[in-house]
């Protein structure tokens, strides 16, 4: 079947079934990911497109793992998979322990 871009469950920026805390790129609020909503709007090519958007008025921000991302660093989906943000995998900034100075 081909794409439906009217179908909300089949959207790959879909919110999980389960809710968890994310935060807006844009807007910077922070709130359970089943508050992202659905809207359906007009497309460039004159259809109709659905987009999972950020539920704050104002916000234009679309996209649950796009402009809206869970709080939880480690989150993982019900398949245990996620979003790659593996663009600096090499973490140049050490690690800084509070009161861990090695001076001597
Ligand atoms: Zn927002």
């Not at 959207?11 to 089943?34: G, N």
Request: aromatic share 8%; charged share 30%; glycine share 10%.
């Amino acid at each position: 079947m081909i794409h439906d871009p009217l179908d909300s469950r089949r959207d790959c920026f879909k919110p999980p079934d389960t809710p968890v805390e994310v935060c807006c790129l844009h807007c910077d609020e922070t709130y359970q990911s089943d508050r992202i909503a659905w809207r359906v709007e007009a497309s460039a090519d004159g259809g109709r497109q659905g987009v999972w958007c950020c539920p704050t008025p104002g916000c234009g921000d679309v996209g649950f793992g796009f402009d809206i991302l869970p709080t939880d660093p480690n989150y993982r989906d019900e398949n245990g998979g996620w979003v790659c943000f593996d663009e600096d995998q090499e973490d140049d900034e050490p690690d800084e322990e509070p009161g861990g100075h090695t001076c001597n």
